[in-house]
């Protein structure tokens, strides 16, 4: 897509969405690209590296000296951002171009033959994956990731001479609908966004809708559970499971340091599949990874050493540090099916381990609708930490707390500060310790690591 504009202006520059939408134009000849966002962060240092300049002052009237003439500046705003920040009024006032982010990347995919990832839950880690699997053949795609790949080092991917390109289909705020997919996997429509959707009924409607607008030719790749597109040409996948689905994983286990799996197509069975990021979750990544790859030509010979070399997101059951018997990872879980998953594939690996969890609830309202289910979630852990629920864009809801939530955990469970919360896993000498949540839980990486190594 060819962009008319000569100054493009984020709001919300730091989201992981926007920020790869704001590499994609700064690699663009003649656009000069800007932004705001609250905080600086990691990310927003590296986006200054890069030669974007990035404030975190929400500077009303005075933005005017960020953003060029009102006829050749689009702004691009995060559904993050709140309808009452001084800079969006006065840019909304003096008539510049304000489009959201959903919009925008429908717009540049719609050039591409696109290969879409939707889901509740494992969106980033299988979009990341099919981007790295397709790089390593003569395919090749673009990408727009949802997390920071290991392999790429970047949430951007360009190949100009490609026609592929890799996205998430974001759900929230029926982003998704702006895409024009030629083929798309859906992971999962457990419930979630019930803040957008209010019902799960809803939120399986949208997903349905989002189904429709896949390209006749390409194919829709879904999780046995995930009744969507029911209509269309699917391809099922699932693990060890009773069902009838075209592609099936089997014998996990962790050998010789590898995680490996049989997996199990329309036309043949492949033993010791090794796949470069342990977990069950990611297994049945893997298999609809290879569903997609398979419909548009690939063969296994080419897509089983990818998988192999594929190293993960961060943040994505991320071992971050390990000495003797005392791991760390870190995982951006944050609902109750993900928590499970991610548990339940740490027991797999690390059996004899017990399991220590540092978990940031995020939203007032996802706490809410999954109280119990979370209560539950945690209760699979041997000990949990507690941290304050991260707000976000939310405000709090009276009665929503974690101390209510710890109430609900069937462990040993404290609520606690982050600082506190550090000080505590001091003492633990064996175990596998857990960071969890979708918040800024990510500031307690380091220092966690630092009392491993």
Not at 272 to 286: R, S
Not at 348 to 367: A, G
Request: hydrophobic residues 40%; charged residues 25%; negative net charge.
């Amino acid at each position: 897509m060819k962009m008319n504009y000569s100054n493009i202006y984020f709001i919300g520059i730091g989201g992981i969405g926007m920020s790869a939408l704001a590499r994609y134009f700064n690699e663009q000849q003649n656009i000069r690209v800007t932004g705001y966002d609250k905080t600086e962060t990691k990310l927003t240092r590296q986006l200054k590296a890069e030669g974007i300049e990035v404030h975190y002052r929400d500077l009303g009237a005075d933005v005017n000296i960020l953003v060029g003439e009102v006829a050749d500046t689009l702004i691009v705003v995060t559904p993050a951002v709140p309808s009452h920040m001084k800079e969006l009024k006065f840019l909304q006032s003096k008539g510049y171009k304000i489009k959201k982010r959903a919009e925008v990347l429908g717009e540049i995919t719609a050039d591409y033959k696109t290969l879409a990832v939707a889901g509740t839950h494992g969106k980033t880690t299988t979009s990341t994956m099919l981007a790295h699997v397709l790089s390593e053949t003569s395919l090749k795609c673009n990408a727009f990731l949802g997390g920071i790949s290991a392999n790429f080092n970047s949430n951007l991917l360009l190949e100009v001479e490609s026609p592929w390109m890799v996205v998430e289909a974001d759900e929230y705020d029926r982003s998704f609908h702006q895409l024009s997919p030629y083929s798309s996997i859906i992971t999962s429509t457990d419930a979630d966004h019930l803040d957008i959707y209010n019902t799960k009924e809803t939120l399986v409607e949208a997903f349905e809708e989002y189904s429709s607008l896949i390209n006749p030719e390409g194919k829709l790749i879904v999780h046995h559970a995930v009744a969507v597109g029911e209509e269309l040409p699917r391809i099922t996948y699932g693990i060890d499971t009773d069902e009838k689905v075209d592609y099936k994983g089997s014998d996990l286990e962790l050998r010789n340091g590898n995680f490996q799996m049989t997996v199990t197509t329309p036309n043949h069975v492949y033993r010791d599949v090794v796949l470069g990021l342990p977990g069950i979750h990611n297994a049945e990544n893997a298999l609809s990874v290879i569903a997609l790859c398979e419909s548009i030509g690939m063969t296994m010979d080419e897509i089983r050493p990818a998988l192999m070399s594929f190293k993960g997101v961060k943040r994505r059951f991320e071992v971050v540090a390990s000495k003797d018997e005392l791991i760390y990872i870190d995982d951006y879980a944050h609902h109750p099916t993900a928590i499970d998953r991610l548990i339940d594939s740490v027991r797999l690996i690390y059996k004899d381990l017990p399991i220590y969890v540092v978990f940031q609830p995020h939203l007032f309202s996802r706490t809410k609708d999954f109280m119990s289910a979370f209560g539950n979630s945690l209760s699979k852990a041997d000990q949990v930490f507690l941290l304050p629920i991260y707000p976000a864009r939310e405000e709090p809801i009276p009665g929503v707390t974690s101390e209510v939530l710890a109430e609900l955990v069937q462990v040993q469970t404290e609520v606690l500060t982050p600082e506190n919360a550090v000080k505590s896993l001091k003492n633990i000498k064996k175990g596998v310790i857990l960071t969890v949540g979708a918040g800024n839980i990510d500031q307690l990486v380091t220092p966690i690591s630092e009392l491993i190594v």
